[in-house]
């Protein structure tokens, strides 16, 4: 389980990672009006929705090839309804949204802690923490992320290497923009009160990639 006291750590040294490959890296909507009519840039890639209440959905495409043990985990969580209901509590405009603690406090997890997938932990991962990159959120202990996750605002090199980044937003990188700007935070650590934390209706796994 994470400590809250480990949070201000992850604000310092966390962020989000991407590809260097596939999208481009922009995280657009694909030129489509809506989710329903997007068409997924990779198909032979799982991808998920994050539907956002109040602001709408988010899809992102995940990457096993690079972070197995994360992206298995994911999905599990996904598939179990784990994120439903849940909240993004920590949100820091132009670095990152933070959710999927089980509390919304950033304390909780879903009782299990994985391996953390990336270069300091002695793991290659070459996913890089840009601009709506989704990855595993952990305190000092490199294998103790859990459920919590974050979505990239902005690029933050300096967090490569440190971080399990999995997935990349391919539509509604616009949504990841409006929920960093609905609300205000408490302290420095980006704390949300509870009451404005934007709720996760839902996670889908939308496709398997086979």
Not at 48 to 67: F, K, N, R, T
Not at 106 to 120: A, K, L, R
Not at 135 to 142: C, F, K, L, Q, V
Request: charge should be negative; charged fraction near 15%.
């Amino acid at each position: 389980m994470l400590k809250k006291s480990l949070m201000l750590v992850m604000l310092l040294g966390l962020i989000f990672v991407m590809p260097g490959c596939g999208n481009g890296g922009n995280g657009g909507n694909g030129g489509s009006s809506s989710a329903a009519d997007f068409e997924l840039p990779n198909p032979d890639l799982p991808a998920v929705s994050i539907y956002i209440e109040g602001h709408g959905e988010i899809i992102a495409e995940l990457y096993p090839d690079y972070a197995p043990i994360t992206v298995q985990n994911f999905i599990d969580l996904v598939e179990d309804g784990f994120y439903d209901g849940l909240t993004f509590h920590r949100i820091i405009a132009g670095f990152m949204m933070q959710g999927g603690c089980p509390y919304g406090l950033g304390v909780g997890g879903s009782g299990e802690q994985i391996t953390g997938e990336f270069p300091d932990n002695g793991i290659d991962n070459p996913l890089e923490h840009v601009r709506g990159t989704l990855s595993m959120a952990r305190g000092p202990d490199h294998n103790s992320a859990s459920s919590q996750f974050f979505i990239m605002d902005a690029n933050s090199p300096h967090l490569d290497g440190g971080y399990a980044a999995f997935g990349q937003v391919v539509y509604g990188i616009d949504i990841v923009d409006a929920v960093v700007e609905s609300v205000t935070a408490t302290d420095g650590n980006g704390s949300i009160a509870a009451d404005d934390q934007p709720v996760m209706r839902n996670i889908r796994l939308i496709n398997d990639g086979s």
